[in-house]
Nanobody, 125 residues
């Protein structure tokens, strides 16, 4: 099991940027793909991005392609989500999660576990 803690959320104006971090405990972090999801009020949790265990493969939701970038530093047990050109519709609680399969970078939340507590991102217009 991996324990995850997100940070870096906050309030930003539309067009601004934020970088989220997800720090993982345990020595198995580098063995798994990692993903970011988000959930807005009264909406279902949705996939944002994922990265393979070595960082060579990534996947993004269409809504964030070209604006967000996922990266990881296995030496620091941390995965990042750089968010640029933020829009009000990006407002949500952002969660990181560990994939159940070592190379899975898909968008199904059922294929991820060990979720963090989330960090709030609010984008004002």
């Amino acid at each position: 099991q991996v324990q995850l803690e997100e940070s870096g959320g906050g309030l930003v104006q539309a067009g601004g940027s934020l970088r989220l971090s997800c720090a993982a405990s345990g020595r198995t972090f580098s063995m798994y793909s990692m993903g970011w999801f988000r959930q807005a009020p009264e909406k279902e949790r949705e996939f944002v991005a994922a990265i393979s265990r070595g960082g060579y493969s990534t996947n993004y939701a269409d809504s964030v392609k070209g604006r967000f970038a996922i990266a990881r530093d296995n030496a620091k047990n941390t995965v990042y989500l750089q968010m640029n050109s933020l829009k009000p519709e990006d407002t949500a609680v952002y969660y990181c999660a560990r994939a159940t399969d070592i190379n899975y970078v898909g968008d199904s939340a059922y294929r991820y576990n060990d979720w963090g507590q989330g960090t709030q991102v609010t984008v004002s217009s």
